[in-house]
């Protein structure tokens, strides 16, 4: 397996370009399988979990041209519509195939995802939806079986704001027979892009973005071409990355609109943040120490939080960061510690005392943001830090040691080596 090392202390200056939203392309792609037409997407990122969604729509019936930043799909016949363990377990956002298949061609069986290293992470809400608009839902030796020769607009309340669920249901409500209106949708902007796509596509969706989504189904897509959103998460761990180093950072092809929360923490942390339309300015200057706390958008996101805590620990003063999304998202807690963090965890309670530096320590990413909460230590850290179990890394951020040594971090890929 590969590691990265990185020798710490050097500030990041220079520009970087910001990819494609893996958490809109994701559901973008499922999407695909809603028309046999030809879709053309671009701003596609090149990431471990693109090239799985992708993989798995090809078992279904798929043919891909893999373009420059992008690629073009059509699924002009549903061949095969199963989804097997084998592809759940690798990724749970296989799941997002569930609603496009069943919504297409009347049946799916695609695998129950379990828990993960962030939590128990349900997902009784896509079927109790599902359900609403007609299906028949059996659950069999681990495999979900959905049935509904016509999905039936339905209103459905969602518990809990749930994004993929929130996706899922929206991508099956566009080929629905009658209007369905989702209640407490999530609202966070990859949901606004599908919408988006789906809508270039001749869907009726109104209202994405809000917590209550209109759908008015329709008989059939069309092709189109669309080009993802960029990445939120990518482009906040990146400004991070300057105001840990007390770096200056340009970063291109991103939406600030879509990352209030972030910058007006990072701003009460002391960095300075010059917003462009689609670019943004991070000054590093000082580091104080703030509390957060996660919230659905447009709150602060869980996918920054594990970062946040990286930039915590050498802020001056205590700070507190409570998790509210998911139920064990402090295993980087441990790792940090083991380069000098001074953290205690109660509870969904972080308590972090900064320290004045790290120093660098073979470390083990558990998740993917974990990941990347490890490599923003590591760039600030005395010395090297050597960061194990990268491929989950590798699911989420494109060439991250190549955009980070571009801007002067002094950070390399070993190759099978640990
Ligand atoms: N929930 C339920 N029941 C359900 C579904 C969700 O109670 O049926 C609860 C969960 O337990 C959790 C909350 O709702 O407490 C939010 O979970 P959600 O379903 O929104 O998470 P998700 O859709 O599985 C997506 C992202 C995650 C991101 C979360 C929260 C994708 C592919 N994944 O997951 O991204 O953390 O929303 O914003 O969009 C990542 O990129 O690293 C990542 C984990």
């Known amino acids: ?12 200056r220079g520009e970087m370009t910001i990819s494609g939203a893996k958490n809109a392309a994701l559901p973008i792609l499922a999407a695909t399988l809603l028309s046999p037409e030809p879709q053309h997407l671009k701003n596609v990122p090149k990431l471990v979990d693109i090239t799985t969604i992708k993989r798995l729509l090809e078992k279904i019936g798929a043919s891909i041209t893999e373009e420059d930043n992008g690629c073009t799909i059509q699924i002009k016949n549903i061949e095969n519509n199963e989804a097997p363990y084998s592809w759940v377990k690798t990724m749970r956002a296989t ?40 299906a028949e839902i059996t659950i069999e030796h681990g495999m979900i079986h959905a049935k509904a020769a016509k999905l039936k607009g339905a209103s459905i309340y969602l518990e809990a704001p749930t994004v993929t669920g929130t996706e899922n249901l929206m991508m099956a409500a566009t080929l629905a027979e009658g209007t369905t209106i989702l209640e407490n949708a999530a609202c966070e902007p990859e949901i606004t892009d599908l919408a988006h796509y789906l809508n270039a596509c001749g869907a009726q969706i109104i209202g994405a973005g809000s917590d209550r989504i209109i759908i008015h189904g329709v008989p059939s897509l069309s092709g189109t071409t669309y080009e993802v959103m960029p990445d939120r998460i990518e482009a906040g761990t990146f400004m991070l990355a300057a105001s840990i180093t007390l770096g200056d950072l340009h970063l291109k092809n991103l939406r600030p609109s879509d990352m209030v929360s972030i910058i007006e923490k990072l701003r009460e942390i002391g960095s300075k943040i010059v917003e462009e339309k689609d670019s943004l300015r991070v000054i590093g ?30 802020a001056d003063g205590s700070s507190v960061i409570t998790e509210t999304i998911f139920e064990s998202r402090f295993n980087h807690c441990a790792e940090l510690r083991r380069m000098g963090a001074q953290i205690k965890v109660e509870g969904n309670h972080a308590m972090i005392k900064g320290v004045p530096y790290l120093s660098g320590a073979p470390v083990m990413a558990s998740d993917l943001r974990a990941s990347a909460s490890l490599i923003l230590a590591g760039l600030v850290a005395q010395d090297e830090t050597e960061v194990l179990r990268i491929y989950h890394l590798d699911r989420g951020y494109e060439a991250i040691e190549q955009k980070l040594s571009q801007v002067g971090a002094s950070i390399q890929r070993l190759k099978g080596t640990a």
């Open 1 to 12: 397996m590969d590691k990265i090392v990185i020798q710490g202390g050097k500030p990041l």
């Open 95 to 134: 799941i997002l195939v569930l609603g496009p298949l069943l919504a297409r061609c009347g049946e799916a069986h695609v695998s129950l995802p379990g828990g993960c290293a962030i939590g128990a992470r349900p997902i009784q809400l896509h079927l109790t939806g599902l359900k609403k608009m007609g």
């Open 285 to 314: 200057k000082e580091i104080h120490a703030v509390d957060l706390k996660t919230l659905p958008y447009p709150g602060l996101p869980t996918d920054m939080q594990a970062q946040f805590m990286a930039l915590m620990s050498v």
